[in-house]
């Protein structure tokens, strides 16, 4: 049993500084808030539509009818707010959860007029994680009052507890959480394809063609642009498409047993990003979390990569 | 109630979390074997992967038809305040739900485009909202844009004040 519990330890708890979980705070926290900037007016219009079309999800479930536009305009801020103190590491014991819970409220509603998009997702469940964990140890305001500060108890009020200060299991456990989350949803992913009425054959290449082009007829047929130009190498080589098909489903359905180790949940990483820009050439969409490698940061020693950069910055400006 | 040392805290946190956002995460799998039902935020279980296509493809569309019978393509942002998804699945159910509602969508589009002051939008003078099969390689590798078969649905006429005056003894 011993042995069970250590290796059950190695993978969960594995010591990681508090600067990692801070990073992905800044990173997951500062895409988020990209998108309900970006995004805010389309929010906005979107709340405004026809009655009718409100069908709630999610969170906005419990709702029999649309709220007021003016409200949700309300709720849209304050949720902008809460998620700049959540990326600048403010208050977040208490800022963390209120920004998670007001997120997944909002993007409820805003998913609760016909379509759903899963493009926040995956985000939004980084979130969630990020929220409930003390993610802002480290690359926060919250560390800075607790240097500067240390006696101001009005202060410490917001700030997470006895947490540690140098690499602990405490930072290792969210960070190989959001691991595990990110590769549960990618062989979703594949189990709905090689569950549904396909099954197999996704391999073959011939419905992943066809998936292709239902997606560009209908781009064809309403909106100016029209699909991508490239919507022809689907029809280029069967070869090419019974390939795709494959290492789609290989690296949907065999993600969680890429994170057995740290180099292999690497490699892993690189063909989910080989698989996204593939999809953003071919049919131009684009999953900005995942293209971007933005989703991925759970998977690397950011705080390596940030730090380097600021050593870069600082003798550039020394050389200045 | 005695509390519990710290150590056992943290461990209690990190179990109940992981157990419960993995299971939760994991839960829509049983989507895959009891069937499908309507999918959901921020628990999905990815109903778009799960469908079939053939070679011959299905859309729900809607165009433009101007007095000499020339077709104008006419985009999502006449009929939806959402995305080009949101409004092909709003087009969808309102054909679904029904003509009176298609046709409620299709006075809607006409409304609009009635407003267009210039550009190709002032040359339409009936709106269709219509489905379409069409065979893919033909389409895309071909270029023949021309429907295997088509249904119009319904069509409403584009109102203009101008043609009304026009027409008026």
């Given at each position: 049993m011993r042995w069970i519990r250590q290796a059950v330890d190695r993978f969960w708890c594995t010591p990681v500084p508090a600067a990692r979980l801070g990073w992905i705070r800044v990173i997951s926290g500062g895409f988020m808030m990209f998108v309900l900037l970006r995004g805010r007016r389309s929010f906005i219009r979107v709340a405004n539509s026809a009655p009718d079309h409100f069908r709630p999800v999610g969170l906005a479930s419990y709702l029999e009818a649309p709220i007021s536009p003016q409200v949700y305009e309300g709720l849209l801020w304050a949720t902008i707010?809460?998620?700049?103190?959540?990326?600048?590491?403010?208050?977040?014991?208490?800022?963390?959860?209120?920004?998670?819970?007001?997120?997944?409220?909002?993007?409820?509603?805003?998913?609760?007029?016909?379509?759903?998009?899963?493009?926040?997702?995956?985000v939004s469940l980084?979130?969630?994680?990020?929220?409930?964990?003390?993610?802002?140890?480290?690359?926060?305001?919250?560390?800075?009052?607790?240097?500067?500060?240390?006696?101001?108890?009005?202060?410490?009020?917001?700030?997470?507890?006895?947490?540690?200060?140098?690499?602990h299991w405490r930072f290792g456990w969210p960070v190989q959480l959001m691991c595990v989350v990110t590769a549960i949803v990618y062989s979703l992913a594949g189990l709905a394809k090689v569950m549904g009425p396909a099954g197999w054959a996704w391999g073959l290449g011939n419905n992943l063609r066809n998936n292709v082009a239902h997606d560009a007829l209908a781009k064809e047929l309403m909106t100016p642009g029209g699909a991508s130009e490239w919507v022809q190498l689907a029809f280029a080589s069967p070869e090419l498409m019974a390939a795709a098909g494959v290492l789609s489903l290989v690296i949907e359905l065999c993600a969680p047993l890429f994170l057995f180790h740290r180099r292999l949940a690497q490699v892993w990483v690189v063909l989910a990003l080989c698989m996204h820009f593939w999809i953003r050439v071919l049919m131009d969409l684009t999953f900005t979390y995942q293209t971007f490698g933005f989703a991925f940061a759970s998977f690397f020693a950011v705080e390596a990569w940030a730090m380097w950069v600021g050593s870069k910055g600082r003798a550039m400006v020394g050389m200045k | 109630m005695k509390s519990l040392p710290a150590r056992s805290r943290h461990r209690l946190h990190a179990w109940v979390m992981i157990v419960g956002l993995s299971l939760a995460v994991a839960s829509p799998v049983h989507r895959y074997i009891t069937g499908p039902a309507p999918d959901s935020y921020p628990l999905s279980w990815y109903p778009m992967f799960r469908s079939i296509r053939r070679d011959t493809l299905q859309?729900?569309?809607?165009?433009?038809?101007?007095?000499?019978?020339?077709?104008?393509?006419?985009?999502?942002?006449?009929?939806?305040?959402?995305?080009?998804?949101?409004?092909?699945?709003?087009?969808?159910?309102?054909?679904?739900?029904?003509?009176?509602?298609?046709?409620?969508?299709?006075?809607?589009?006409?409304?609009?485009m009635k407003r267009k002051r210039r550009g190709w939008r002032t040359k339409v003078q009936t709106v269709r909202i219509a489905k379409g099969r069409f065979d893919a390689e033909t389409y895309f590798v071909q270029g023949d844009h021309t429907p295997l078969t088509e249904r119009v649905i319904v069509e409403c006429p584009v109102l203009r004040k101008t043609r009304q005056k026009e027409e008026a003894p």
């Amino acid at each position: 049993m011993r042995w069970i519990r250590q290796a059950v330890d190695r993978f969960w708890c594995t010591p990681v500084p508090a600067a990692r979980l801070g990073w992905i705070r800044v990173i997951s926290g500062g895409f988020m808030m990209f998108v309900l900037l970006r995004g805010r007016r389309s929010f906005i219009r979107v709340a405004n539509s026809a009655p009718d079309h409100f069908r709630p999800v999610g969170l906005a479930s419990y709702l029999e009818a649309p709220i007021s536009p003016q409200v949700y305009e309300g709720l849209l801020w304050a949720t902008i707010v809460l998620g700049t103190a959540f990326v600048l590491g403010f208050w977040h014991r208490f800022v963390g959860p209120l920004f998670a819970g007001l997120l997944l409220w909002v993007i409820s509603y805003r998913l609760s007029w016909g379509m759903i998009y899963r493009v926040h997702h995956l985000v939004s469940l980084h979130i969630l994680i990020l929220g409930l964990v003390p993610a802002a140890s480290a690359v926060s305001i919250d560390a800075w009052i607790m240097r500067r500060h240390p006696g101001r108890r009005m202060l410490r009020l917001g700030i997470w507890p006895d947490t540690p200060s140098g690499p602990h299991w405490r930072f290792g456990w969210p960070v190989q959480l959001m691991c595990v989350v990110t590769a549960i949803v990618y062989s979703l992913a594949g189990l709905a394809k090689v569950m549904g009425p396909a099954g197999w054959a996704w391999g073959l290449g011939n419905n992943l063609r066809n998936n292709v082009a239902h997606d560009a007829l209908a781009k064809e047929l309403m909106t100016p642009g029209g699909a991508s130009e490239w919507v022809q190498l689907a029809f280029a080589s069967p070869e090419l498409m019974a390939a795709a098909g494959v290492l789609s489903l290989v690296i949907e359905l065999c993600a969680p047993l890429f994170l057995f180790h740290r180099r292999l949940a690497q490699v892993w990483v690189v063909l989910a990003l080989c698989m996204h820009f593939w999809i953003r050439v071919l049919m131009d969409l684009t999953f900005t979390y995942q293209t971007f490698g933005f989703a991925f940061a759970s998977f690397f020693a950011v705080e390596a990569w940030a730090m380097w950069v600021g050593s870069k910055g600082r003798a550039m400006v020394g050389m200045k | 109630m005695k509390s519990l040392p710290a150590r056992s805290r943290h461990r209690l946190h990190a179990w109940v979390m992981i157990v419960g956002l993995s299971l939760a995460v994991a839960s829509p799998v049983h989507r895959y074997i009891t069937g499908p039902a309507p999918d959901s935020y921020p628990l999905s279980w990815y109903p778009m992967f799960r469908s079939i296509r053939r070679d011959t493809l299905q859309a729900t569309y809607v165009y433009g038809v101007g007095e000499d019978g020339t077709r104008y393509k006419v985009e999502y942002r006449f009929w939806a305040r959402g995305g080009f998804n949101q409004a092909r699945s709003q087009l969808r159910q309102a054909v679904k739900a029904g003509k009176k509602s298609a046709m409620e969508k299709c006075e809607q589009v006409a409304k609009r485009m009635k407003r267009k002051r210039r550009g190709w939008r002032t040359k339409v003078q009936t709106v269709r909202i219509a489905k379409g099969r069409f065979d893919a390689e033909t389409y895309f590798v071909q270029g023949d844009h021309t429907p295997l078969t088509e249904r119009v649905i319904v069509e409403c006429p584009v109102l203009r004040k101008t043609r009304q005056k026009e027409e008026a003894p």
